[in-house]
């Protein structure tokens, strides 16, 4: 049986490396990497995913993961597709779920049993 489909948003190469790791060996899912907002939005357009890892900063454009969230949520046609900030900062989490998001979490958290807890609920 095949995993389900994560899209990473933003992530520096080593940390897409990492949450592609754990979340290919925790739940056997596919982690697909977007670097862009434009390049998120035309994928989630176009396939299908479980669930949508978004970085505070996104590594190579600058942009605001939260500003991310909140396009994706106001899309009617993509507002259903549960999205997660990825930061360590507990002010960015509270704006990320003021905006729509479910809770997410930081990189520093990313081996703990709570987040896999919280990963579980969208990928098992």
Do not use: W
């Amino acid at each position: 049986m095949t995993g389900k489909r994560v899209l990473s948003v933003g992530q520096c190469l080593a940390d897409h490396g990492g949450i592609s790791r754990l979340l290919r060996g925790s739940f056997a899912a596919e982690v697909v990497s977007a670097a862009s907002a434009e390049e998120a939005l035309g994928r989630l357009r176009q396939e299908a995913f479980a669930l949508v890892l978004v970085n505070r900063v996104f590594d190579a454009t600058g942009e605001g993961g939260l500003d991310f969230i909140r396009r994706l949520k106001g899309d009617r046609q993509l507002a259903g597709v549960p999205a997660m900030l990825v930061s360590n900062f507990p002010e960015a989490q509270d704006e990320a779920a003021a905006a729509g998001a479910v809770p997410g979490f930081g990189k520093s958290a990313l081996h703990e049993q709570q987040t896999l807890d919280t990963l579980r609920h969208y990928l098992s």
